[in-house]
């Protein structure tokens, strides 16, 4: 198994262009998951998604738009990119069920907006 | 909603010597706390993780203890090794199942001195 796959690894962006972080897991995990970590800070939460054709908002949303229309992918939409949007992005994913369900990071995505 | 701390943010032990890491939280729901490592680049990965209804676990060289009532928790690494250097996160959650959102600490850098 690959895991969770992230694409693409580093990019720049001008403020107001748009674009797509790709994730994919292949491990049929019904949870997925972005965060976004911000120098010296923890992981916070933007969107997650408790199965194909569900997300819901997370800690941080604003700014950000995600769909899951399969298990397997789990995009995030940034639109209209600002300076504050500079962070390195994680995807995740787990299998929910009682007593378990350990988060699987995927390598990251290091955004800068300028 | 819940607030994790940690503390320190650095820390630095000769290699061979213990390391303490302490995390406190403050929604008394919640019920699972689990330890994340991350290395340089790399995405965080689950090193060990308890349940509300335990008060420790231990995987060989290292534990976490959980004190409900103060509502913190510490991971304790015996016999540091270089390798043991990264980035450690704590994390709780009180979602059904015990782990499906996180809220994370802020993290501890922690290096081995040889």
């Known amino acids: 198994n690959a895991g969770v796959t992230q694409t693409p690894k580093f990019r720049i962006l001008k403020i107001g262009q748009s674009m797509t972080l790709q994730c994919t897991q292949d491990?049929?995990?019904?949870?997925m998951y972005w965060y976004r970590q911000d120098p010296g800070m923890g992981l916070k939460l933007i969107y997650y998604s408790v199965g194909a054709g569900i997300t819901d908002k997370g800690e941080v949303p604003n700014g950000y738009n995600v769909s899951r229309s399969t298990t397997e992918d789990f995009p995030l939409r940034l639109e209209l990119a600002a300076p504050s949007q500079t962070s390195v992005y994680f995807c995740a994913s787990s299998y929910v069920r009682q007593g378990s369900g350990e988060q699987f990071f995927g390598p990251g995505t290091r955004l800068t907006v300028l | 909603g819940e607030n994790v701390e940690q503390h320190p943010s650095t820390l630095s032990v000769q290699e061979g010597d213990s390391a303490v890491i302490k995390c406190t939280y403050s929604?008394?729901?919640?019920?699972?706390f689990p330890w994340y490592k991350q290395e340089l680049g790399k995405g965080p990965q689950l090193i060990i993780d308890i349940r509300s209804n335990v008060g420790e676990k231990k995987d060989q060289r290292i534990a976490v203890t959980l004190n409900k009532t103060a509502k913190h928790f510490s991971l304790h690494i015996t016999e540091t090794q270089p390798e043991d250097s990264a980035v450690y996160f704590c994390a709780a959650s009180n979602g059904d199942f015990g782990n499906e959102k996180l809220t994370f600490g802020t993290g501890t850098r922690l290096t081995i001195i040889p």
């Open positions: 929604d008394s729901a919640s019920n699972y």
């Open positions: 491990m049929n995990h019904n949870y």
